[in-house]
């Protein structure tokens, strides 16, 4: 099994940053694709970002601009740098992780923007 920790979430006012954190158990070389998925209340969990391990970044449209995603393989850490954020983007932060064909989840982390 892979154990996922997020960490980094917070109160940030509109138009502010923050950088959200994935720790992963096991080798980043070893999973197949990492995503940051975030779930608004009353709303179903989406996907934000991706990385495939031999690929490309993909974003969804609402984050493109403002969001980026990217790993550190010798810590085994997966980043969410956000920015500019909107009261929009509020929500509960989750790394989803591949690995060997069965995806595991973190346990999420609260991003609240608001003034």
């Known amino acids: 099994q892979v154990q996922l920790v997020e960490s980094g979430g917070g109160l940030v006012q509109p138009g502010g940053s923050l950088r959200l954190s994935c720790a992963a158990s096991e080798s980043l070389f070893s999973i197949e694709v990492m995503e940051w998925y975030r779930q608004a209340p009353g709303k179903e969990r989406d996907l934000v970002a991706g990385?495939?391990?031999?690929?490309?970044?993909y974003y969804t449209d609402s984050v493109k601009g403002r969001f980026t995603i990217s790993r550190n393989n010798a810590n085994n850490t997966m980043y969410l740098q956000m920015n500019a954020l909107k009261p929009e983007d509020t929500a509960v932060y989750y790394c989803k992780a591949k690995w060997y064909g069965t995806d595991y989840w973190g346990k999420g982390t609260l991003v609240t923007v608001s003034s």
């Open positions: 990385m495939k391990r031999y690929g490309s970044n």
